[in-house]
């Protein structure tokens, strides 16, 4: 994990979204593109996900490579840091009105 995580959480709902769909089971699936990180991919049942959310979690250390997929895939679980943030992320949420759940949505 890095000494300090990036400050600004990329795209906060679809973020929250991402931790959500993990729960404690489902790891992130990074489909590795060329040295330079270029085509990269990153999914969750199925779904793609941004890259700067993918980044994000793995540069603050929220999520960590638990090994490979038989297609060579690399799964990327939950640290236990990560399941903090989720739970905090979860408890943020549900602090919100409607109106600033929208207003996170819609601006980030």
Do not use: H
């Amino acid at each position: 994990m890095s000494a300090s995580p990036p400050s600004d959480i990329p795209s906060r709902a679809e973020t929250l979204k991402v931790l959500r769909l993990m729960g404690n089971y489902e790891p992130i699936l990074m489909l590795t593109g060329s040295d330079d990180g270029y085509g990269t991919r990153w999914t969750l049942g199925g779904q793609q996900i941004q890259p700067a959310i993918a980044r994000y979690l793995m540069e603050s250390g929220f999520v960590a490579e638990e090994g490979k997929t038989q297609f060579g895939a690399r799964k990327l679980a939950l640290t236990a840091d990560g399941v903090r943030f989720r739970e905090n992320g979860v408890r943020w949420w549900d602090s919100l009105s409607f109106l600033q759940k929208l207003k996170v949505t819609i601006f980030g």
